[in-house]
């Protein structure tokens, strides 16, 4: 096919070229045309033509079964051999028993070693077909291995999307899980602060509680005379001494 | 067409691969359908020239090659018809000498 292309490429090539020079090489043999397998079809390997005692055709045997049935063929053999050897155009010479003793012995030879033969030439064919043939079912098998691989890698490129997509999941878990950190931090911080004032307050007025009570305990206590508290002191007795009373 | 080239009529766009047992001129009545009446006439529009009996015979060797030889597991069928083949020619062309060794005078 390639062949027939570069051969076709070549020819046009040519006839260019040729334009320029001198029409005298055989230009004429162009090469155009449809292929035409249907009355010129690739030749094919047969099977070897059917032979009878040895050597002789099937289809002569073929060629008498209409015209004078199965035994015709033999009928006609063994009556020209006759004729050929009464008339002596076959002569039997020194010759003709040297032919028999030599047919016998390929007989003997073909009947006694041909199968063994033939079963070993056979398993050589076959050894040499799969010698020829073995480049083209490695490489076969090379590009279907390759094939099948390149489909793991294909479904391992598809896991490794997946991955990204759970990493990116990932890195977004995280990145909430800080922010989320983060606005705790903050509301603990804000709530220290407050936390802080909160008892800073309250520690302030305690302290001005205390202060102002204690100031205003020294300053009454102070503001007392003794008169005062004698006349108190007296004035409780008399009431203890009332109360004793009833 | 010099020596070794293809057929004139061969044309690979056309024919395919060569095949060495194929005729790729017009093609006549095959042989076998001739009637005997009109044998003169097939024969005489026959191409009769050296170079297309040569082509003729390289046609019949490769049919037969292609039949008995080229097959993969072929037997010994072609080895004897080549046998066969080669003693009936040897016979034919020692024929003149070995007309002497006949034993009988009268047939």
Known sequence: ?246 | MAIGDYPKEYNPAVHGPYDPARYYGKADTPLAQVKLSELGAWFGRRNKTPSAVTGAISRAWWRWQHKYVQPKRVGMAPFFQLLVANMIFFYSINYGKIKHHRNYKYH
């Not at chain 1, 334009?19 to 043999?29: C, G, I, K, N, P």
């Not at chain 1, 094919?44 to 002789?56: A, D, S, Y």
């Not at chain 1, 800073?200 to 005379?225: G, M, Y």
């Open chain 1, 1 to 246: 096919m390639l062949s027939r292309v570069a051969l076709r490429s070549v020819a046009g090539q040519q006839s260019v070229s040729t334009t320029l020079v001198a029409r005298t090489s055989a230009t004429s043999t162009e090469i155009v045309g449809v292929r035409d397998e249907k009355n010129f079809p690739r030749p094919v390997r047969g099977e070897p033509g059917k032979v009878r005692l040895g050597f002789i055709p099937e289809e002569w045997f073929q060629f008498f079964h209409s015209k004078t049935g199965v035994t015709g063929p033999y009928t006609f053999g063994v009556g020209l051999t006759t004729y050929l050897c009464s008339k002596e155009i076959y002569v039997m010479e020194h010759e003709y028993y040297t032919g028999l003793s030599i047919i016998l012995m390929v007989y003997y030879a073909t009947t006694r070693f041909g199968p063994k033969i033939a079963k070993w030439l056979d398993s050589e064919v076959d050894k040499v077909e799969t010698d020829l043939n073995s480049d083209r079912v490695e490489t076969l098998k090379f590009l279907e291995e390759t094939i099948a691989s390149e489909k793991d890698a294909q479904w391992r490129a598809q896991g490794q999307e997946l991955l990204v997509q759970a990493k990116k999941e990932n890195v977004l878990l995280q990145l909430e899980a800080a922010y989320r950190e983060r606005l705790m931090n903050t509301y603990q911080e804000v709530k220290r602060r407050l936390d802080f004032q909160l008892e800073k307050t309250a520690l302030e007025r305690r302290f001005e509680q205390k202060h102002l009570v204690d100031w205003v305990v020294t300053n009454v206590s102070r503001a007392i005379t003794p008169d005062q508290e004698k006349q108190t002191l007296d004035r409780c007795i008399a009431d203890l001494a009332a109360l004793a009373k009833k």
